[in-house]
Structures are given as structure tokens and as C-alpha cells.
């Protein structure tokens, strides 16, 4: 059964105001089903898997348009980035907006095709695995900021979610038919992305390596980025795991989180936190068998914060905003702050903590904020697995993971 998306809402949005649109995405957030249930029936849709259609496109790109007109839905463009071209063309003769809708679950070679032939033509959509807004059928909020004390918003509480069980099953569309082997799908999926996503980036002759640096990441995630560590444990050099990590970002499996950073303030860390955008293939890579042995092992903190940093990330993404302006912090003197929501020149802290009761002693890293020159401080949240909200401080609540 299909489960609506809250990117819906964006994609026809952008239709309405762009020629083209461009979503992007890892492999199976569900790009694809989204497309075939949300677009007008008039809409021509093609997938460059298609050998047929890959040949085609590659061989004579003008015919294949001739062969798939406007308007039309063409599935994995970055097999055949030379399209952009001729799309441009098209649209062009047309003052038609939202007659080409392309997907694409890569972005190393999608963006240079978009920056050199689309600019000002092209609209971005970034697609991510459901969220928890989805599950719960309590989307359409937008963007997550922390509200003042005693805003405690629209969502009820969700009844019978297992959060842990959330977590660890992970926020892959096909996932959420309870009888799909998880470990199965798990282990399909990292062949495949081997097999396919790696090789159309770049060269790996060990493919081995890469998995053992693919596993390293998995075991970071939530750290700040280490390529060092990363070489060192997948047995490369400081370049190779470089290059490796810029895949993993490229094919969607990881998220690079930028700390905030301020011309004040000058002593604060540059370096950025690695986060895997799915906790389900963490958990598999990681030999976290279930959800309850990831909430008793070492690494429950890491992945629960994986999740909820996930979560924020997704209701900027799928309303169509700006994930910049989601931060951590970290100065000179190590001091940190979890996220730093960036609301124009407000700044709101929120810090990510596995307890279900929480004190203002959580919130007491937050005045590090007053030291930021030319910003103001908005509220702050403390996330934690609270039933409901509740207030910690005058500025600050508890918030439970639900009603992010």
C-alpha cells in the first residue's frame, strides 16, 4: 500500500514554477513510486535501466524525445547525463512549466549536467527514506524549529510506536511491509549498491576495501569526520578514503552535517560530523541484529541521535527547504551543542539525549550562544523519548522524537 510523501506537496509546487524538476535521492526512498502516483496521467514515463531506452538516449538523443514527448518522466538521468543537453533544448521551445520531472540516484555527474546546461531552468528536490512524520500521519508541519514553551503543536502523540523498532528497521519505503526479510533486503541492497551505484562513480579494485570503509563510516556515524580513521580501518590511504567518502555523500548514504560558524566567533571547529541517512542500513552494516540489542549496545546513543538528526533534516528536504541552515556546534574549548537551528539571525539550540526525563542541566550548554555576536537566541529544545512535551527552562522544552 502506498503511504503519501510529504515531498508531494514541493514537487508539484516546483512543477507549477519551473521548467524541469530534478529529484535526487538514494537507492529506494521510493523517487520513483512517488512520481508514478503523484504525476498528471498524461505524463510519458521512461527509465534508463531500460537497456532499450539507456541505448537510445545515449546513441540519439533527439529521437528518444521524439519517441518519449512532453510531458514526461525520465527515471535515472545520470546514466545518461548527455540528455541534459537536449532537454534544455526542449524546454526551451516550450513556456510550458513542469514538463520534464527527471530522477536521479547520484549527484556527482547530475549536478555538473545541471550547472552547465539547466541553470536558472531547473528546480531540486531531494529525496529522503520515510519519515517519521509519514509513519505516523503527521506531516504537512514544514520545517522543524523549536517553539516556544507552551507551543506544543498540532501532532498527538502516535499510539503502539516502538521507537527503537522505527530505528532499527529503517526508513526505506519497501521496508514497511512487515513481511520483507529486513536482514534480506539489507543485504541485497549493499550488494546492489556495490555492484552498481560504487562502479558508475568510480573505479574500486578491492571491492572489498570499500566495503570494510563502508562498515568504518557506519561505526562513526554521529562523530565528527576522521578520513585517518577511515583509511586506517578499510586498510587505504587518507586520499582513496577521501575519495570514498565524496561516493558515499554522491549516492545518498551519508549526510556531511556543517558546524555552525560565525566571523565573531572565530575559535569553532570547521571540520564536519559524519550521519547515515538511513539507521537501518547502520544497524545492518554494524551487525545490530535487533532493535533490542541496539538499544542496550554501545552504539544507541550514536544511532538514536542518527535518527533524530535524520528527522530534522527530512522536514527542511521534503518541504522544499534549505538543510544549510541545520548546524551542530563545537568551539576550541570542545564545548558542543548538539543542532543549532539557524532561523535567519535567530539562533535555536537543541540537544539530543536517549533519556525519557530530562533536567535543565541538558540545556546548560546553551549559553555558549550568548558569546555569537549579531545573532539573537531562540528557543531550544532538548529531543529526547519523552511521552510529551514538557517545559525545562523558560526558553527551553523537552520534546519528544514523535513531535519533531
Same mark, same amino acid.
Given at each position: 500500500m502506498y503511504r503519501r510523501r510529504e515531498a508531494e506537496a514541493t514537487l508539484l509546487s516546483l512543477m507549477g514554477q519551473f521548467k524541469v524538476v530534478l529529484v535526487t535521492g538514494a537507492r529506494q526512498v521510493g523517487k520513483t513510486t512517488m512520481l508514478q502516483h503523484v504525476l498528471p496521467e498524461d505524463f510519458r514515463y521512461v527509465t534508463l535501466d531500460d537497456p532499450r531506452a539507456g541505448v537510445l538516449a545515449r546513441e540519439d538523443p533527439v529521437l528518444f524525445f521524439d519517441a518519449n514527448r512532453l510531458p514526461v518522466a525520465v527515471d535515472e538521468i545520470q546514466r545518461v547525463p548527455g540528455l541534459f543537453q537536449q532537454v534544455k533544448f526542449l524546454v526551451d521551445q516550450s513556456p510550458e512549466t513542469g514538463c520534464v520531472v527527471l530522477t536521479g540516484s547520484q549527484t556527482f555527474h547530475l549536478m555538473q549536467g545541471v550547472s552547465e546546461s539547466l541553470a536558472g531552468r531547473v528546480a531540486i528536490l531531494e529525496m529522503t527514506g520515510m519519515s517519521l512524520r509519514e509513519l505516523t500521519g503527521c506531516g504537512g508541519r514544514g520545517p522543524y524549529v523549536p517553539s516556544e514553551v507552551g507551543d506544543d503543536g498540532r501532532c498527538e502523540s502516535p499510539e503502539n510506536l516502538d521507537l527503537w523498532a522505527t530505528i532499527h528497521r529503517g526508513s526505506m519505503p519497501r521496508l514497511m511491509d512487515p513481511s520483507v526479510s529486513w536482514d534480506a533486503f539489507y543485504?541485497?541492497?549493499?550488494?546492489?549498491?556495490?555492484?552498481?551505484?560504487?562502479?558508475?562513480?568510480?573505479?574500486?579494485?578491492?571491492?572489498?576495501?570499500?566495503?570494510?570503509?563502508?562498515?568504518?563510516?557506519?561505526?562513526?556515524?554521529?562523530?565528527?569526520?576522521?578520513?585517518?580513521?577511515?583509511?586506517?580501518?578499510?586498510?587505504?590511504?587518507?586520499?582513496?578514503?577521501?575519495?570514498?567518502?565524496?561516493?558515499?555523500?554522491?549516492?545518498?548514504?551519508?549526510?556531511?552535517?556543517?558546524?555552525?560558524?560565525?566571523?565573531?566567533? $572565530?575559535?569553532?571547529? $570547521?571540520?564536519?560530523?559524519?550521519?547515515?541517512?538511513?539507521?537501518?542500513?547502520?544497524?545492518?552494516?554494524?551487525?545490530?541484529?535487533?532493535?533490542?540489542?541496539?538499544?542496550?549496545?554501545?552504539?544507541?546513543?550514536?544511532?538514536?541521535?542518527?535518527?533524530?538528526?535524520?528527522?530534522?533534516?527530512?522536514?527542511?528536504?521534503?518541504?522544499?527547504?534549505?538543510?544549510?541552515?541545520?548546524?551542530?556546534?563545537?568551539?576550541?574549548?570542545?564545548?558542543?551543542?548538539?543542532?543549532?537551528?539557524?532561523?535567519?539571525?535567530?539562533?535555536?539550540?537543541?540537544?539530543?539525549?536517549?533519556?525519557?526525563?530530562?533536567?535543565?542541566?541538558?540545556?546548560?550548554?546553551?549559553?555558549?550562544?550568548?558569546?555569537?555576536?549579531?545573532?539573537?537566541v531562540g528557543a531550544g529544545a532538548i529531543i529526547c523519548q519523552a511521552r510529551e512535551p514538557y517545559p525545562v527552562t523558560a526558553t527551553v522544552k523537552a520534546v519528544p522524537v514523535w513531535s519533531i
Open positions: 543485504t541485497g541492497y549493499v550488494r546492489t549498491y556495490l555492484e552498481r551505484d560504487v562502479r558508475d562513480l568510480i573505479t574500486v579494485k578491492d571491492e572489498a576495501s570499500f566495503y570494510h570503509f563502508l562498515v568504518a563510516c557506519a561505526a562513526r556515524t554521529g562523530r565528527l569526520v576522521n578520513h585517518s580513521a577511515f583509511a586506517r580501518d578499510a586498510g587505504v590511504d587518507t586520499k582513496t578514503a577521501q575519495s570514498w567518502l565524496s561516493v558515499l555523500q554522491a549516492s545518498g548514504v551519508v549526510r556531511l552535517l556543517r558546524p555552525f560558524w560565525s566571523n565573531a566567533t $572565530k575559535r569553532l571547529t $570547521k571540520t564536519p560530523k559524519l550521519y547515515f541517512t538511513d539507521t537501518g542500513l547502520a544497524c545492518h552494516l554494524l551487525g545490530w541484529s535487533s532493535p533490542e540489542t541496539l538499544r542496550r549496545g554501545a552504539m544507541a546513543g550514536q544511532v538514536f541521535e542518527t535518527f533524530v538528526v535524520g528527522e530534522v533534516v527530512k522536514s527542511y528536504l521534503n518541504a522544499g527547504g534549505d538543510a544549510r541552515n541545520v548546524h551542530f556546534y563545537r568551539d576550541a574549548r570542545q564545548r558542543e551543542i548538539d543542532l543549532i537551528i539557524q532561523e535567519g539571525r535567530v539562533l535555536h539550540p537543541v540537544e539530543i539525549k536517549t533519556s525519557a526525563t530530562v533536567t535543565r542541566e541538558a540545556a546548560a550548554g546553551f549559553s555558549v550562544l550568548n558569546d555569537v555576536g549579531d545573532y539573537d
